[in-house]
């Protein structure tokens, strides 16, 4: 009984292995016959397709990477995204310190009513020029 189940089990692993492993592979690195002919020898012939396709089919070596193709990212997983964000936060961040000194700068200007502007210096009160 132990053993029916554990082949059960088996049968199941490597059928299920090789069945994702068959539909995660680009097409035209298969070998033998084409990517839909494996997944149809894989589902009629569950253990010997499965065993077929590792010992066949599968591509040889895997010095070559899958090749990653450009998927569109969340904004907060996109490091680009997040240095320009960071970039741009810091120019916001300079330009608000920025406007504050040259508000500060026209209040003190407003404030000392313009006494450099009619040509009136501070030496010339105290006697000293």
Known sequence: MLFR???AVAVLVIFVYGLVDV????GRLTRGI???A?????????VLGALLWLLIGRPRGSA???PSYPHPTAPDDDPEFLRNLEA????????????????D??????EDGGK?????DEHDADGLK
């Open 34 to 36: 084409s990517k839909p």
């Open 116 to 120: 450099h502007q009619h040509g009136t």
């Open 23 to 26: 539909i995660r592979t680009e």
């Open 5 to 7: 189940v554990a082949l």
């Open 105 to 110: 700068l026209e209040s003190k200007a407003k």
């Open 88 to 103: 741009r936060r810091r120019s916001q961040a300079e330009a608000e310190r920025l406007r504050k000194l040259r508000d």
């Open 38 to 46: 494996w997944i149809i020898v894989q589902i009629v012939l569950p």
């Open 64 to 66: 070559q990477p899958r």
